[in-house]
């Protein structure tokens, strides 16, 4: 499913008190799986983690999970009352990403519901900011919470991947109807057994994550169960659309009462933990504003300019970015020459190649700053349009969104970056790339030392206002320097 395909139904209005939470149990863990996790069952990374100091492993988690209803219908406000509704067996899996060394871990675990929108499990949060979570020294753990990503590891799913109906044989999903509370268990999980799951690292803090269909499941369980569970400290809610995911569905296996999501609908402003909305254009765009809501103590949304809602960065050179700066080399120079044809597919246009993966950086350290030291992240601007229905952004001269998180890719631009208006479906989430022609640039820049000049001074910018990190803007620096442009 993607994200446009997500609910749509507006159900009225109205508030409901939070229930009384009630303790999550934990499963039983069994594992590491003997192996390590075959790359073809998860899309993400693919180097040795070795090579960054860190260390994989798979685990099987089993339990008895809850579904759950509302009596009311769910309202556009996100303070839902849900209760428990039925309970099914399951296991599941659980990929755990650490730092070998014991002495790295800050305490932290980031834990992201694997994306299941391809067909097959998926990490792209991981994929995405993992040179910073690596850099922090963050643990990682991706869970199998949907009923897809179980069928594909099982060889269930004809016409996407073979699976490994041998190694994936314990695995059972009930339902995605049940995927909340399982969702909910894989964090008791670490918090109880952690010795066996983190091979001894001790969490201090777990953040939720999730992006695209995950956010929108993110955004149901914030509203509706977080309250009754309370397992995660912080949610990273990336590209969300304007409706949540529905509580309670018809298939895969059936729980009825179907209780869908409305459209729109709010994090509610009632938490007590930290939620951070990261929206690229694309997904303002398929949202049509009406998913903005105002930062407050417990809440912020970045809205960044020039990115979509997945980029070529995601699809083709963060699987294999090291963290050694070749991903920022390697970035600019697809901005010059950016690709129609991706790992998902060929796409009628050039596919984005902003800067979404570095800002996502700094959202991820703001995110953790703020749920461990409760030090609130900056404030970003939101992009600025020139119509709300359909949305259409306001451009500058050059072709980029104004207003938004800004980054040197559309403050120092060599080419114009959107995130609409590709196809066929798929490549509508990938954005665009229109690349600067040779007498544009030189209007632009007089030479290459200006074009560094103009880099630099956005790099600086974006760390000094906490919407870039250190160790990326030398990365970023370093690509500009060392590129051809304005020679």
Known sequence: MTLAALPAVLLGAGTAAAAEPAPTPAPTVTGPVAGGTPAEFMFSTSFDLAQVGYRESEFFLSGTASGYTSATPLTSDGKWAVTPNGTAPYTTRAVVRRPVDPKKFNGTVIVEWLNVSGGADAGPDWTLTHNELVREGFAWVGVSAQWTGVQTAKGNNPGTLPGNPVRYAPLSHPGDSYSYDIYSQAGQALRGNSAQLLGGLKPRKLIAAGESQSAARLVTYIDGVHPLARVYDGFLVHSRAASGAALSQVAPPALTPVVPSPSPVLIRDDLNVPVFVFQTETDVVFSNLTA????????????????????????????????????????????????????????????????????????????????????????????????????????????????????????????????????????????????????????????????????????????????????????????????????
């Open 292 to 487: 903005r809501q105002p930062d407050t103590g417990r809440f912020r949304a970045w809205e960044v300019a020039g990115t979509a809602h997945f980029d070529d960065y995601g699809l083709q050179i963060g699987p294999t970015d090291t963290g050694d700066g070749q991903g920022a080399i390697a970035s600019l120079a697809a901005m010059q020459n950016p690709p129609t044809v991706t790992s998902a597919g060929t796409c009628t246009l050039p596919v984005n190649t902003g800067g979404a993966h570095w800002v996502l950086d700094a959202a991820v350290y703001w995110l953790n700053q703020w749920v461990v030291n409760r030090v609130n992240p900056p404030r970003g601007q939101l992009l600025q349009t020139t119509s709300a229905s359909p949305v259409v952004f306001a451009k500058d001269a050059n072709g980029n969104t104004l207003g938004g998180v800004r980054s040197p890719q559309v403050d120092a631009p060599i080419a114009a970056l959107g995130g609409v208006g590709n196809t066929p479906v798929l490549c509508g989430l990938f954005g665009t790339t229109v690349p600067f022609s040779a007498d544009k640039l030189a209007g632009l820049y007089k030479n290459h030392g200006q074009f560094v000049a103009q880099w630099s001074r956005s790099v600086a910018d974006g760390v000094i206002h906490g919407f870039l990190r250190p160790a990326d803007a030398a990365e970023l620096e370093n690509a500009a320097i060392r590129s051809q442009i304005g020679k």
